[in-house]
T-cell receptor
Framework: GAVVSQHPSWVICKSGTSVKIECRSL??????MFWYRQFPKQSLMLMAT?????????EQGVEKDKFLINHASLTLSTLTVTSAHPEDSSFYIC???????????????FGPGTRLTVT | GQNIDQPTEMTATEGAIVQINCTYQ??????LFWYQQHAGEAPTFLSY????GLEEKGRFSSFLSRSKGYSYLLLKELQMKDSASYLC?????????FGAGTRLTVKP
């Protein structure tokens, strides 16, 4: 199956600083990437959807100025948490959907997740 | 919008069969997915249904009834390693949303 990587796998930062999380599709071109957030013992909540070369579409209640998403290429999307606060501590998971040669257009492939702790 | 409901927790015995139900409401249905998620890890894909009926894949099977907005995941010959959360996810025309997940505990 297709591989999606995330970096870093975990990060601890101080309140007020910014953190960038990278999501890469390693062996396919991701036309669409999704960012989810998961709090302990809860399900994945979709934060935003991004298509390569266009602005991300944010879900209701997600601050686009706080969670900056860039999808500059077909293999890379980044999520930057700006001015992080302790309540932003969570498990952030990206997902990529391809549709190119050899890839199923229906399946989303998940990255391993990034655990963010804001102190 | 989407409403996706599944039981919060289930317990079953090793070697047994368990069925995890999922009901949903959505506009523009474009597929239903089941994922397995172990604590602290990302979800892994289990199954995909877009037409009515049963899809079988080894010990796991998934069923879909679009008219009823209903799906289930069937796990046979349960093993201890099957203890995990099972997420039902529904795709519409735009994106995919997840249910809250069912935490399955397999006991010896």
């Amino acid at each position: 199956g297709a591989v999606v990587s995330q970096h870093p796998s975990w990060v601890i930062c101080k309140s007020g600083t910014s953190v960038k999380i990278e999501c890469r599709s390693l062996d396919f071109q991701a036309t669409t990437m999704f960012w989810y957030r998961q709090f302990p013992k809860q399900s994945l909540m979709l934060m935003a959807t991004s298509n390569e070369g266009s602005k991300a579409t944010y879900e209701q209640g997600v601050e686009k100025d706080k969670f900056l998403i860039n999808h500059a290429s077909l293999t890379l999307s980044t999520l930057t948490v700006t001015s992080a606060h302790p309540e932003d501590s969570s498990f952030y998971i990206c997902s990529a959907r391809g549709g190119g040669q050899g890839q199923s257009s229906y399946e989303q492939y998940f990255g391993p997740g990034t655990r963010l702790t804001v102190t | 919008g989407q409403n996706i409901d599944q039981p919060t927790e289930m317990t079953a015995t090793e070697g047994a069969i368990v069925q995890i139900n999922c009901t949903y409401q959505t506009s523009g249905f474009n597929g239903l997915f089941w994922y397995q998620q172990h604590a602290g890890e990302a979800p892994t894909f289990l199954s995909y249904n877009v037409l009515d009926g049963l899809e079988e894949k080894g010990r796991f099977s998934s069923f879909l009834s679009r008219s009823k907005g209903y799906s289930y995941l069937l796990l046979k010959e349960l093993q201890m390693k099957d203890s995990a959360s099972y997420l039902c996810a529904v795709r519409d025309r735009r994106d995919m949303r997840f249910g809250a997940g069912t935490r399955l505990t397999v006991k010896p």
